[in-house]
């Protein structure tokens, strides 16, 4: 269990160090691009799971993502860190199973991990 979270973290610095790298405006946009992924996966556990409904909750989530990223990229840069930590009570909400979307028990919390470290790079970084 452990092993997985130090994993995440390396992810996280890689991501960050990766976004440090770039101008801000290229830095932004690789934010952008990644949380829309993210923010994409849960749409793959709930087709996994098979059950529309929670194919259409994941779906009309990811669909809000992406205009909170939209907003984010056209006119107010700060929603993208925001998005990060918004993504994070969305993993909150998988685990353990509270929105009843099948996952794997360690997903959510690592997720968590992830999206807040990064979401306080960003804030510190390009704010």
Do not use: N
Not at 7 to 36: Q, R
Not at 86 to 100: C, N, S
Request: charged share 10%.
């Amino acid at each position: 269990m452990l092993r997985r979270y130090l994993i995440i973290i390396v992810l996280a610095t890689l991501t960050c160090a990766v976004g440090y790298k770039l101008p801000w405006f290229k830095a932004l946009d690789f934010f952008a691009i990644l949380l829309g992924m993210i923010a994409g996966i849960y749409i793959g556990f709930a087709i996994q799971d098979g059950r529309t409904s929670r194919i259409a909750l994941e779906g009309s989530v990811a669909l809000g993502f992406v205009a909170l990223i939209l907003l984010g990229l056209w006119r107010w840069p700060v929603l993208i860190a925001t998005g990060y930590f918004l993504h994070g009570l969305w993993d909150l909400l998988h685990h353990p199973f509270k929105l009843g979307t099948r996952v794997q028990t360690w997903y959510p919390p690592a997720c968590v991990v992830y999206d807040w470290l990064v979401g306080i790079f960003i804030y510190i970084y390009m704010f």
